[in-house]
Nanobody, 124 residues
Framework: VQLQASGGGLVQVGDSLRLSCLAS????????VGWFRQAPGKEREFVAA???????HYEDSVKGRFTISRDNAKKTAYLHMDSLRPEDTAVYYC???????????????????WGQGTLVTVSS
């Protein structure tokens, strides 16, 4: 199983960026996909999740700015980020798991598979 995150970079405040997470080795449409991020000196935190049931969930600070989506045929999940802020600067990770219940999707300990992370830097 492999998850490959990509799309990070250096952007300015207010810019947009789209992250991708390409999966291999799993039946992708059966998995919940989550995005997490870790800022320097901070713990990793939940950003968004797209459950296999079709529901989407967001951390409060990104609601209305970030959109999680997925293309099951391409085995790829996306995180489209608009109106980026300096506080969005972090390494972003995608993760996947096939057996998450709703109450667990925000906890990184419940995800079995992780990508390598992609750095997003928002400059003011």
């Amino acid at each position: 199983v492999q998850l490959q995150a990509s799309g990070g970079g250096l952007v300015q405040v207010g810019d947009s960026l789209r992250l991708s997470c390409l999966a291999s080795g799993i039946t992708f449409n059966r998995y919940t996909v989550g995005w997490f991020r870790q800022a320097p000196g901070k713990e990793r935190e939940f950003v968004a999740a797209f459950r296999s049931t079709g529901t989407r969930h967001y951390e409060d600070s990104v609601k209305g700015r970030f959109t999680i989506s997925r293309d099951n045929a391409k085995k790829t999940a996306y995180l489209h980020m608009d109106s980026l802020r300096p506080e969005d600067t972090a390494v972003y990770y995608c993760a996947a798991d096939s057996s998450l219940i709703l109450s667990s999707i925000r906890d990184d300990i419940h995800y079995d598979y992780w990508g390598q992370g992609t750095l997003v830097t928002v400059s003011s």
